[in-house]
C-alpha cells in the first residue's frame, strides 16, 4: 500500500536556529511528492512541491526540500526559523497511474518556534 | 482573485440532521475533492469529483453525499447515517488529476450538539 511516513509528530525549534521535518514515502515509478502548511483552523497552503524536475526544491517563506530517490525521502527545511513558521506541515505524495487521483497525506508534524 | 469559498465557516448540528456544506471555486479546475481532517489523522478522502455530474467514493464516504451540477461546485451532505461526523471538513479542487498539487479551500469546522 502507498504510503507517508513523517517521522515527529512534533518538532520544537528557537528563533533563528534551522528547522528540519522529516517525511519518508514508499516507493513508487515517479511520485509527486508536495508539502503543505496549515495554521489553526485554516485550509491547507502549498509549499513547495517536486514533480521530476530539479531534485532540490525551493518553496514559499526560505522553505526547501531535497527529494532523495535512493532513501525515498522528502525532507523539508530552513535555515532559520521565524515566530510565523508555527504551525502543522504536511508531506504529500501523489502516486502516478492511470486515473490516480488521490493524494496520500502523512499525519502532520506539528512545528513549535520558540522566542 | 481565484480560490476556493467554503462556507460556512462554523456549522452546528443536532443528531440526526443533514446539513450541507458549500464548496465554490473560480480557479476551473475540472476536479474537486472533500476531506474530513481529525486531530493526529491527517486528511481522509471522503470523496472526488473529476468531472460535472461524476463523483468517486473515497475511503470515508459512509454517511456522506455529494453532487456535482456545475463545475464551480461541490457541496458535501453530512447525513445522519455518520455517526461520527464532528470534524474539520476541507474542500479542494485541482487542474487535472493533481499532478502539480491541489488548491484548498478554508474548511468547515462541523459540531454535532
Known amino acids: 500500500a502507498q504510503s507517508v511516513t513523517q517521522l515527529d509528530s512534533h518538532v520544537s525549534v528557537s528563533e533563528g536556529t534551522p528547522v528540519l521535518l522529516r517525511c519518508n514515502y514508499s516507493?513508487?515509478?515517479?511520485?509527486?511528492l508536495f508539502w503543505y502548511v496549515q495554521h489553526p483552523n485554516k485550509g491547507l497552503q502549498l509549499l513547495l512541491k517536486y514533480t521530476s524536475a530539479a531534485t532540490l526544491v525551493k518553496g514559499i517563506n526560505g522553505f526547501e526540500a531535497e527529494f532523495k530517490k535512493s532513501e525515498t525521502s522528502f525532507h523539508l527545511t530552513k535555515p532559520s526559523a521565524h515566530m510565523s513558521d508555527a504551525a502543522e506541515y504536511f508531506c504529500?505524495?501523489?502516486?502516478?497511474?492511470?486515473?490516480?487521483?488521490?493524494?496520500?497525506f502523512g499525519k502532520g508534524t506539528k512545528l513549535s518556534v520558540i522566542p | 482573485d481565484g480560490g476556493i469559498t467554503q462556507s460556512p465557516k462554523y456549522l452546528f448540528r443536532k443528531e440526526g440532521q443533514n446539513v450541507t456544506l458549500s464548496c465554490e471555486q473560480n480557479?476551473?479546475?475540472?476536479?474537486m475533492y472533500w476531506y474530513r481532517q481529525d486531530p493526529g489523522q491527517g486528511l481522509r478522502l471522503i470523496y472526488y469529483?473529476?468531472?460535472?455530474?461524476?463523483?468517486q467514493k473515497g475511503d470515508i464516504a459512509e454517511g456522506y453525499s455529494v453532487s456535482r451540477e456545475k463545475k464551480e461546485s461541490f457541496p458535501l451532505t453530512v447525513t445522519s447515517a455518520q455517526k461520527n461526523p464532528t470534524a474539520f471538513y476541507l474542500c479542494a479542487s485541482s487542474i487535472g488529476s493533481g499532478n502539480y498539487g491541489y488548491t484548498f479551500g478554508s474548511g468547515t469546522r462541523l459540531t454535532v450538539v
Open positions: 469529483s473529476q468531472i460535472v455530474n461524476d463523483f
Open positions: 480557479l476551473n479546475h475540472d476536479a
Open positions: 504529500v505524495v501523489k502516486y502516478s497511474g492511470a486515473g490516480s487521483y488521490q493524494l496520500t
Open positions: 516507493s513508487s515509478y515517479s511520485p509527486s
